[in-house]
């Protein structure tokens, strides 16, 4: 079965450069959710997409956006990165049902950034 | 937001029952309780969820408190591939993790 596809996998950056990471969910699944895990913590929740609209923010920095395409695609753009950006970046997707809650995530493998 | 309280770590030898414990007291009525797992080095895996009745799947079983105050994932028979660090997240249309149970396996 298809997965959650995250591109690139590793990325190496320098401090104020910008970064842009993308995430292609499952097909047919309409919401998009990105999460940041820097090292020895657990996933912290950025932001989420449901028919290319903002659905949720977290504890996305001002220097990050977000968008989800037609295509159900999403990118992250993250800006002026600094040092402590250096992090795990989950994609998840889901299909959105009517009962809100009962969605189950699905992971990507993540894309490693490390910025210098 | 509703919060979930879990121990930090946990100790398991194969082949043995592991229930992790997870506590959710301020659970509303509509929050879903979900369980998922993350093993080294991979994103986060779905491992089951409820709402107020018990739930059985092929990976886990999910036992939830009459009060729904609190959860139970139940691993029948633990594997050295479970090992892995084990989120209990309430999702009512968004999920937040929190500090998961970091389960260790012995063989």
């Known amino acids: 079965a298809a997965g959650v596809i995250q591109s690139p996998r590793h990325l190496i950056k320098e401090k104020r450069e910008t970064a842009t990471l993308k995430c292609y969910p499952i097909?047919?699944?309409?919401?998009v959710y990105w999460y940041q895990q820097g090292p020895g913590q657990d996933p912290q929740f950025l932001i989420s997409f449901y028919e290319k609209m903002q659905s949720d923010k977290g504890s996305i920095p001002d220097r990050f956006s977000a968008q989800q395409f037609s295509d159900y695609h999403s990118e992250l753009n993250m800006s002026s990165l600094e040092l402590g950006d250096s992090a795990l970046y989950f994609c998840?997707?889901?299909?959105?049902?009517?009962?809100?809650?009962?969605?189950?995530?699905?992971f990507g493998p993540g894309t490693r950034l490390l910025v210098l | 937001d509703a919060k979930t309280t879990q121990p930090n770590s946990m100790e398991s030898n194969e082949e043995e029952p592991v229930h992790l414990p997870c506590n959710h007291s301020t659970i509303s009525g509509t929050d879903y309780i979900h369980w998922y797992r993350q093993l080294p080095s991979q994103g986060p895996e779905y491992v089951i969820h409820?709402?107020?009745s018990n739930v059985n799947n092929r990976m886990a079983s999910l036992a939830i408190a009459e009060d729904r105050k609190s959860s139970t994932l139940i691993l029948h028979r633990a594997t050295l591939r479970d090992a892995a660090v084990y989120y209990c997240?309430?999702?009512?249309?968004?999920?937040?993790f929190g500090a998961g149970t970091r389960l260790t396996v012995k063989p």
């Open positions: 997240i309430l999702n009512n249309n968004d999920m937040r």
């Open positions: 998840a997707s889901s299909l959105a049902l009517e009962t809100g809650g009962r969605e189950t995530q699905y």
């Open positions: 097909p047919r699944h309409d919401t």
């Open positions: 409820g709402l107020t």
